[in-house]
């Protein structure tokens, strides 16, 4: 099927939740970047569009913008949903629409595409709050190979809490299944994104000085830009071989998604990995790449929509 992008005019920034004037400090750079090179950034307030009321969050985009870029916080994408109809009904249109946001926001949305590519998963639609019995997730583990694993949403991990609510050292092991899950969605709380998902372990290595994970941009189906892992604390990146790189490319034309990233790893026996997947409106972008190097990735449609 052929990406058929709508062109973006403007780009929504999160407002900073202490000034609806101003651009969020996190992303301010990026919008500083944008107005330079003469592009049109309005603010969103993410806060309200969070909270259920989307025609508040967008009071202040100008009316008729057209085709609109998001770029910012998180959303749910039931409520980025409500995002695009609060949006249209001012005349602007999400150049990502809903249904491509949760595809590749949400992991049973791009797990099929990437299953070649990416650890063994498997999940339960959970309510936040509710963890899954102990036989219930005995029946989900036995839907992955025997050994250890990881435990995450839809969305995100507890990975900073690795033993505590992250790391299964054993599938086999039902009570510690059942400890590790229930603590992940005890902490996950009212955040808890669509439901648990046990995903097989895979053991990374880091190439030598360089980057654990790197985070690749793709635009329209095109790798633009190769950028470490945000958590890093190298910016260098290993070069990736075209053999490894191709496959990659190929999932991502297939999820048929206008923006997206990938994370990849280098797994022990040499194979580069796709981590996750992550919509790249909201994918958060290592501090120390220049944000006018990435902005083109927001703005050039019409390059893209030629090539
Ligand atoms: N299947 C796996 N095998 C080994 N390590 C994993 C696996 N999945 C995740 N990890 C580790 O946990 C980290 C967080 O997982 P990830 O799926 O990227 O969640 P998050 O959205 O919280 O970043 C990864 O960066 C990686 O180091
Ligand atoms: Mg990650």
Known sequence: MPMTTVPATTILYCADPLNARRTDPHFAAEARALRAQGATVALVDHDALLAGDADAAVARVPA????VRYRGWMVPAARYAELD???RRRGAELCTGPEEYRRAHELPGWYETFAALTPASVWLPTAPGEAPDGERLAAL???LPPGAAVVKDYVKSRKHEWREACHIPDLGDPAALHRVVSRFVELQDGFLAGGVVLRAFESFVAPGG???EIRVWWRDGEPRLFTAHPDSPVTEVAEIP???LEPVRAAVRALDCPFVTTDL????DGAWR???VGDGQVSDLHREVDPALFTALLT???TAAAS
């Open 85 to 87: 109809g609060a949006l």
């Open 210 to 212: 360089a980057a654990a």
């Open 141 to 143: 583990a036995a839907g």
């Open 242 to 244: 075209a053999r490894d």
């Open 300 to 302: 050039d449609d019409q």
């Open 265 to 268: 790893a280098l797994r022990a």
């Open 64 to 67: 008729a913008a057209g085709g």
């Open 274 to 276: 796709v981590v996750e």
